[in-house]
């Protein structure tokens, strides 16, 4: 199995990437993101739940996060590797999806890392919310709380997997196709 996460900031690219590298690699994508989204659309008790923070663009808390994650690998016994886009968020994430895959004797492959500066993924995310529809896209304060959860939250994931010698970064800037030309290099060694 090779299992795979994708980095990055909110706004660097993950979710348009995963949709090239899932078929390329033919893994399981699993976006933490689009399932409680998917879960909030269908008015779940998660979706509920969830909502409460996404739309202050706060993280979801680790407990239910973790539980969802492992019940969607779970849902796919069968799958050749995942591709995980928006998790692990937080260092407890991470170190619960490590003794998870650990107990199927399975593990963590590679974290990639799409990089960019926060002014241009700022202004990105404002324009992708005049049409995706998503209430943390639509305020600038909310998308700089998103930032701020990153950073204090998301950022020290980079020395937990570089500790682990899992760890690459890709330039985020580009063109799709540039950028899953660069992505695919570093996936392509593995
Ligand atoms: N692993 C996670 N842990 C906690 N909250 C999460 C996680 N993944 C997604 N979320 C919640 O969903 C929101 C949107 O995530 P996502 O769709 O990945 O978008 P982006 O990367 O653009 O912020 C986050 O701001 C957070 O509230």
Redesign the pocket.
Known sequence: MINIVLF?????G??TQAEFLKEKYNLTHL????I??YNIKNETELGQL?KT??DK??????AV?IQM?QSEVEKNPDSAGFLF??????IA?AEALDAFLASKGESIRATVALEADDEILVAR?LERGKTSGRP??QDEEKIRN?YQ?YNEKTAPLMAYYQAQGKFYAVDGIGSIAEVTARLSAVLDTF
């Open positions: 990055g900031k909110p706004g660097a993950k979710g976006s933490t993101g689009d409680f989204r969830a923070y996404m663009g706060d993280l979801v808390p680790d996060t994650l886009d928006g998790f692990p968020r937080t994430q995310l943390d896209d998103r959860e």
